[in-house]
């Protein structure tokens, strides 16, 4: 917002509340004239075009002009707030909002225009206001009773929130939504059995649906009630004793249990489920990965469930970028690169992954490979300086000196930004120089 503008809507605000303090000492306010308020109709229209185009210190501008005309136009202050919180000054809307709504306290966009700048300066107290009267004022209405629990969390008032969610509750009946939010609360207030109490009446009224099951025996598991955690589980083994949720679920049970074989058991066939979240058994094997280091039972159970998140996910490139992590870590060179090729062949977006690819070629001194994976990951991030690092090397190891030189002086530039590689990249070109015994260039490039 430009210097001009924000002096003028200063300006704006100081003559409203003048011209308001004014008018309050009169008996009878003097309301515009026929002449008036087509005068002002034919401004508001100007400038909510103008504020359509971009064009904001003439919309300010024209909406100061009906104001002038108009002290009491509650639209051209609204209209001012909204200038402001576009330009991103959250905290200088406010007083043209609440003018706005001063002015027309029956207007439920104002109030809840209000109460959301309100919210953006944490006054959340002055916000939970407006929202309690629209709540009152339309019962009816279920968002306002979102809203109004959203005000009491941020409040942490938590029972008033219990409260307006249970009056949701009474609108629209029993859903997730609501019951889980409901759960957390309980949780928050320590109010284990209300917590499992929400969850029992979610999943009678969906009996249907295992996730709920699934969260109920979380809660017991999270609170080391084990046994009753089973008893869930079981509930979730009649109903679908396929589910790779609940195998998951029952691996960390056995976990705690302390039964490690029986856990793995059932982190396997989670695992070969194709139906259970890729995202979900990365972050197992993330923690394998760090647990591994030194374990070869752990280890070999990280192979284990390697092969089978390739095999239940043969089209995704994150399954064997995983393998190919692993594999290169434990100086698996050459298994490493044939994952990392299937990753690349899956999806060639992640540059990381590349580098990674041509890296092994270095390891294995496979410099055909090395120049041809270098030279499609170049065509692909043209502007990574390591990969013309990378192409140059492999071109000089198979003395193709020109080729090296070539690509070399092409990628310096984008080494510039980190010196090490600088050095490393015009070390290379100067003794690819030197094998084509252009001795000047060669020590120009040093």
Request: with cysteine.
């Amino acid at each position: 917002m430009s210097r001009a503008l924000h002096i003028l809507l200063i300006f704006v605000l100081a003559l409203s509340v003048g011209m308001a303090n004014a008018q309050k000492r009169k008996k009878k306010e003097k309301e515009p004239s026929y002449e008036e308020n087509r005068k002002i109709t034919e401004l508001f229209f100007d400038a909510s075009k103008q504020k359509m185009l971009g064009n904001y210190e003439e919309a300010a501008t024209l909406y100061h002009d009906c104001i002038k005309i108009d002290p009491n136009n509650a639209a051209s202050y609204y209209e001012l707030a909204n200038l402001l919180t576009t330009n991103q000054r959250i905290a200088e809307a406010l007083p043209f909002a609440l003018r706005a709504l001063e002015l027309d306290p029956s207007n439920e966009w104002y109030s809840l225009f209000t109460a959301e700048i309100q919210l953006g300066v944490n006054d959340f107290q002055s916000a939970l206001k407006i929202y309690e009267r629209l709540t009152r004022d339309h019962p009816t209405k279920v968002e306002y009773q979102y809203e109004l629990a959203t005000t009491y969390l941020y409040l942490n008032q938590l029972e008033d929130a219990v409260k307006a969610y249970n009056r949701i509750e009474e609108s629209i009946g029993i859903n997730e939504e609501i019951s889980v939010q409901k759960e957390k609360i309980y949780l928050q207030m320590d109010r284990l059995e209300d917590a499992v109490k929400e969850l029992e009446r979610l999943i009678d009224n969906f009996p249907g649906e295992q996730r709920y099951l699934g969260m109920l025996a979380e809660v017991y598991t999270a609170n080391d009630m084990l046994d009753k955690a089973f008893v869930v589980y079981e509930r979730m083994a009649k109903n679908r004793p396929e589910d790779p949720i609940l195998h998951l679920n029952l691996a960390e049970y056995h976990r705690k249990k302390g039964d490690y074989e029986a856990s793995f058991k059932e982190l396997k066939m989670a695992f070969a489920s194709p139906g259970l979240n890729i995202d979900s058994k990365i972050q197992v094997m993330m923690s394998y990965y760090n647990l591994t280091t030194g374990d070869d039972k752990l280890l070999g159970q990280a192979y284990e469930l390697l092969d089978l998140l390739t095999t239940a996910h043969p089209t995704d490139a994150k399954a064997f970028a995983m393998k190919a992590d692993f594999l290169l870590r434990d100086g698996k060179i050459s298994e490493s690169r044939e994952a990392f090729y299937e990753t690349v062949k899956l999806d060639s977006s992640r540059f990381m992954v590349w580098s990674q690819l041509i890296n092994t070629s270095y390891e294995l001194r496979d410099w055909e490979a090395m120049k041809a994976d270098s030279k499609k990951a170049l065509e692909l991030f043209p502007n990574q300086g390591v990969l013309y690092l990378l192409n140059g090397i492999a071109y000089n190891s198979l003395k193709e000196y020109k080729e090296a030189v070539s690509i070399l002086s092409e990628g310096e530039v984008f080494t510039r930004m980190d010196s090490y590689m600088n050095v490393q990249l015009l070390s290379v070109l100067a003794d690819a120089h030197n094998n084509l015994k252009q001795f000047k260039e060669s020590d120009e490039a040093f």
